[in-house]
């Protein structure tokens, strides 16, 4: 399969002022408290970073990196944590940052697996949700934008590990 075409669905302008809006609900809720980002690599390293920057609360910055096998455009739903937090988030105040929520796989397996680790709160933020796709059920705290049933590229997202440095969220036109 080869791209045919990009076409821009979201600008960089409209992506960073709804990531501010975010930050800014986000410090509301937090206030003073500290709170543990734990950004899901790669997909949503773009997103954590802008989001950080516009929270006012005291930020920790975690990475994890998760891959949920499958063929093409879709995951299987056997999720593996390839590169799990190099600390313990017992006691903290934790959101997760994804890119996308597509069937909700692989956001459902991760969230059970970090409930077992005892936060004091934990909570998801996601840049996009396809709600359409939802296979699995899972509780999204804060969504950027809900999109329809398209694949998309750009700010972290990629097609076969490409395209994820776009500015902007593109839609992808395939070649048969
Ligand atoms: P889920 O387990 O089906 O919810 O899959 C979520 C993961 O699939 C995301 O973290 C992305 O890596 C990938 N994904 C799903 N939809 C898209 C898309 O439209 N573009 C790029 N990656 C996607
Ligand atoms: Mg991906």
Same mark, same amino acid.
């Given at each position: 399969m080869k791209i045919k075409n990009i076409s821009v669905y979201l600008t960089e302008e409209q992506v960073e002022k709804r990531i501010r809006e975010l930050g800014a609900e986000i410090s509301a809720v937090y206030g003073e408290e500290p709170v543990c980002l734990i950004c899901i690599l790669k997909g949503s390293a773009f997103f954590t970073c802008e989001l950080a920057k516009r929270i006012t609360s005291p930020v920790e910055l975690e990475f994890m990196s998760v891959s949920s096998y499958?063929?093409?455009?879709?995951?299987?739903?056997?999720? !593996?944590?390839v590169n799990d937090l190099g600390t313990s988030i017992e006691g903290k105040n934790v959101i997760v940052i994804e890119d996308i929520i597509d069937s909700g796989r692989t956001l459902n397996y991760l969230l059970e697996n970090l409930k077992t680790r005892n936060p004091k709160s934990l909570r998801l933020c996601t840049l996009?949700?396809?709600?359409?796709?939802?296979?699995v059920r899972v509780d999204v705290d804060y969504v950027g934008f809900e999109i329809p049933d398209k694949f998309v590229v750009g700010y972290g997202l990629d097609y076969d590990q490409r395209y !994820?440095?776009?500015?902007y969220i593109g839609f992808v036109e395939i070649e048969e």
């Open positions: 499958g063929a093409g455009t879709s995951s299987s739903g056997v999720v !593996r944590i996009l949700d396809k709600p359409d796709r939802r296979v !994820r440095n776009l500015p």
